[in-house]
């Protein structure tokens, strides 16, 4: 359902609110994440956030809406969708095992750069000389963060590349639901999926868990999860142009989250190139919501 256009003043803060706390939530779990790196593989990560979340998210779906919205007519394009899913989130937690958060963090916000890219060729979009400029900006900021040809330069970055772009085409794909397709049931089979995918490396690699881990893989299912759903819901309260730009406080939660836990400082190379890769997001956005004004 098309959301109207006036809003109340109390809306825009709470969908602030609500998307800021969404980002908390995601860079929380990123965080645990990259606390389990140290003992268990990435797909065994992710093979286990996703086998703790789908049943929440199936709860979720059975007590608010029924369990007719546990089914759907897109199935194929959800199994294909979360084989994206599971290569970028593999291709994120091992970035976290060698990268610094906020580093990591900040390449993935390269997102929007690749969705803009990408929606010429498999949406058929128009995109105007303003938002490829935008574009060619936020490639500039991923270069003066990963440093090719550098002594300081470690393929390792280009992880958190390849997760945005995995992203972006996650993303993209949504387009080609119907729009009366749930949230949640959208959720449910972009964890699912990934789950099922993941499992026969994860058992081939699996490393016993230690009881005491067990409440970190639960935190990341329900941090993950929430943090979707919140992001999600921010965007179905406020134009895009309003929520999407405050995705961004993800890069002051990983960077303090980063020194906390691990004593990382980012060096000015990531710092600046995060500034650029932030403003190039911004422009794409102002002017994705200007063209669809």
């Given at each position: 359902?098309?959301?109207?256009?006036?809003?109340?003043?109390?809306?825009?803060?709470?969908?602030?609110?609500?998307?800021?706390?969404?980002?908390?939530?995601?860079?929380?779990?990123?965080?645990?994440?990259?606390?389990?790196?140290?003992?268990?593989?990435?797909?065994?990560?992710?093979?286990?956030?996703n086998l703790f979340a789908v049943p929440m998210i199936a709860a979720v779906i059975l007590a608010v809406y029924g369990a007719e919205r546990l089914r759907t007519g897109h199935m194929r394009l959800h199994a294909l969708r979360g084989l994206v899913m599971v290569a970028g989130a593999t291709f994120y937690f091992t970035a976290l095992i060698y990268l610094p958060l906020a580093e990591a963090t900040a390449l993935v916000f390269s997102a929007p750069i690749f969705i803009t890219a990408l929606s010429v060729p498999l949406l058929g979009e128009h995109v105007g000389w303003r938002r490829w400029g935008a574009v060619l900006l936020g490639?500039?900021?991923?270069?003066?963060?990963?440093?090719?040809?550098?002594?300081?330069?470690?393929?390792?970055?280009?992880?958190p590349v390849g997760t945005a772009l995995c992203y972006a085409v996650f993303m993209i794909s949504a387009r080609w639901i119907d729009r009366k397709e749930n949230l949640w049931t959208m959720m449910l089979f972009a964890m699912l999926f990934p789950a099922l995918y993941a499992a026969p490396v994860a058992f081939a690699v699996w490393s016993p868990v230690q009881l005491a881990d067990l409440g970190l893989f639960i935190a990341i299912a329900v941090c993950g999860s929430l943090g979707l759903a919140l992001i999600g819901?921010?965007?179905?309260?406020?134009?895009?142009?309003?929520?999407?730009?405050?995705?961004?406080?993800?890069?002051?939660?990983?960077?303090?989250?980063?020194?906390?836990?691990?004593?990382?400082?980012?060096?000015?190379?990531?710092?600046?190139?995060?500034?650029?890769?932030?403003?190039?997001?911004?422009?794409?956005?102002?002017?994705?919501a200007r063209s669809s004004a």
């Open positions: 359902m098309q959301r109207p256009t006036i809003m109340t003043t109390r809306e825009v803060p709470l969908a602030i609110l609500t998307i800021c706390a969404g980002v908390a939530f995601l860079v929380a779990n990123d965080a645990v994440a990259k606390v389990l790196t140290d003992r268990y593989a990435p797909v065994q990560i992710v093979f286990l956030r490639f500039i900021g991923v270069l003066v963060i990963v440093r090719p040809g550098s002594a300081a330069f470690q393929l390792a970055a280009l992880l819901q921010a965007f179905r309260m406020a134009p895009a142009a309003i929520v999407a730009p405050f995705d961004y406080t993800a890069l002051i939660w990983a960077t303090g989250l980063g020194w906390l836990i691990w004593g990382d400082i980012p060096v000015f190379g990531t710092i600046l190139g995060a500034a650029i890769i932030v403003a190039s997001g911004i422009i794409i956005i102002l002017r994705e």
